[in-house]
């Protein structure tokens, strides 16, 4: 099996739910520095193998399969490359190790995989792959890919930070919404910072903040 490291961080977030979206593999050249070249759809046939049989690249920490640090929630082809988005978990101590480095833009991520006969084509020295038969992702410390990013590291933080510049909430208001709902905006908790004339402010920046999560 192919091990290649193919995405770098592209920025650091506090990250405290451990999740993110990047790609982990881009289309096009120029090549990564194993000379391979990926070809659009080459990513196809696996991944609708994977959700055929419910399943998904496993999500690993230098490609060492004792060593699972979270889960794949998404893999989709897009006009770039394979979009990614997965989950990392905490309480393994590998996966806060692998949170606290990408957060500092310290890690990248590999893909693990097999071409199948006929997957690949050698033209110029360089190897263009069209089918690649893909067994996991992992977190590693050398990207080859520079074009291969991390585009969003989701957190509660973020959460807060998009109801205060786009919603217009407090810092206090935000944190308690973020923390515990509308419930606790209503006065629900009994701090009392909320009344009745709230209340239709609150039902309109709920329909704000439905089509707001949409983009978070």
Same mark, same amino acid.
């Given at each position: !099996?192919?091990?290649? @490291?193919? *995405?770098?961080?592209?920025?650091?977030?506090?990250?405290?739910?451990?999740?993110?979206?990047?790609?982990?593999?881009?289309?096009?050249?120029?090549?990564?520095?194993?000379?391979?070249?990926?070809? @659009?759809?080459?990513?196809?046939?696996?991944?609708?193998?994977?959700?055929?049989?419910?399943?998904?690249?496993?999500? *690993? /920490?230098?490609?060492?399969?004792?060593? @699972?640090?979270?889960?794949?929630?998404?893999?989709?082809?897009?006009?770039?490359?394979? %979009?990614?988005?997965?989950? *990392?978990?905490?309480?393994?101590?590998?996966?806060?190790?692998?949170?606290?480095? !990408?957060?500092?833009?310290?890690?990248?991520?590999?893909?693990?995989?097999?071409? &199948?006969?006929?997957?690949?084509? /050698?033209?110029?020295?360089?190897?263009?792959?069209?089918?690649?038969?893909?067994?996991?992702?992992?977190?590693?410390? *050398? &990207?080859?890919? %520079?074009?291969?990013?991390?585009?969003?590291?989701?957190?509660?933080?973020?959460?807060?930070?998009?109801? %205060?510049?786009?919603?217009?909430?407090?810092?206090?208001?935000?944190?308690?919404?973020?923390?515990?709902?509308?419930?606790?905006?209503?006065?629900?908790?009994?701090?009392?910072?909320?009344?009745?004339?709230?209340?239709?402010?609150?039902?309109?920046?709920? %329909?704000?903040?439905?089509?707001?999560?949409?983009?978070?």
């Amino acid at each position: !099996m192919r091990l290649t @490291p193919a *995405l770098e961080i592209k920025r650091a977030s506090i990250d405290d739910a451990g999740e993110f979206t990047g790609y982990a593999s881009t289309f096009g050249g120029p090549p990564d520095a194993y000379g391979d070249i990926i070809a @659009p759809g080459a990513f196809t046939k696996s991944l609708k193998q994977h959700r055929a049989a419910k399943t998904a690249p496993a999500l *690993l /920490w230098a490609h060492d399969q004792a060593q @699972p640090i979270g889960v794949w929630h998404e893999l989709s082809e897009d006009g770039s490359g394979l %979009r990614v988005t997965g989950k *990392l978990t905490l309480e393994v101590d590998k996966a806060r190790e692998a949170h606290a480095l !990408m957060k500092s833009g310290a890690l990248g991520l590999s893909i693990g995989f097999r071409v &199948p006969e006929g997957g690949e084509v /050698w033209a110029d020295g360089f190897r263009e792959l069209r089918e690649i038969d893909l067994h996991e992702i992992s977190t590693v410390a *050398l &990207p080859a890919n %520079r074009k291969a990013k991390i585009a969003e590291v989701k957190s509660i933080r973020d959460f807060e930070a998009a109801l %205060r510049d786009e919603l217009g909430y407090s810092s206090r208001q935000a944190k308690k919404l973020a923390a515990g709902g509308f419930n606790a905006l209503q006065g629900r908790d009994g701090s009392g910072e909320f009344d009745e004339q709230n209340l239709r402010d609150i039902q309109t920046k709920a %329909r704000e903040l439905s089509k707001l999560i949409q983009r978070i």
